[in-house]
Nanobody, 119 residues
Framework: VQVVESGGGLVQPGGALRLSCAAS????????MAWYRQAPGKQRELVAA???????DYADFVKGRFTIARGNDKNTVYLQMNSLTPEDTAVYYC??????????????WGQGTQVTVSS
């Protein structure tokens, strides 16, 4: 299983970015997909998660600003980030909790995409 993120970049404070994450490979279904981030010198932290049944969870620091959504391709998830601040600067990682076609449940990470918020 491969997980690939895209959409990071440099944006000014108050701006917006949309991150994409696509999982591929021997996938039966994906019970949950989530976005994490890691800023320099800090631990990786959960940003938002989306479950197969449709419910979502958000970290307090992004509520009202970020939205996680699944794409038409159920193996794709997006993170719409609005009202960005310099504190949102980090490498953003996608995680997919996958039930493989071999009936194994495992967690897969993407390589990360850099988001920099700066004027």
């Amino acid at each position: 299983v491969q997980v690939v993120e895209s959409g990071g970049g440099l944006v000014q404070p108050g701006g917006a970015l949309r991150l994409s994450c696509a999982a591929s490979g021997s996938i039966f279904n994906i019970p949950a997909m989530a976005w994490y981030r890691q800023a320099p010198g800090k631990q990786r932290e959960l940003v938002a998660a989306l479950h197969l049944r449709g419910d979502s969870d958000y970290a307090d620091f992004v509520k009202g600003r970020f939205t996680i959504a699944r794409g038409n391709d159920k193996n794709t998830v997006y993170l719409q980030m609005n009202s960005l601040t310099p504190e949102d600067t980090a490498v953003y990682y996608c995680n997919a909790r996958v039930l493989t076609t071999g009936s194994i449940i495992d967690s897969f990470w993407g390589q990360g995409t850099q988001v920099t918020v700066s004027s």
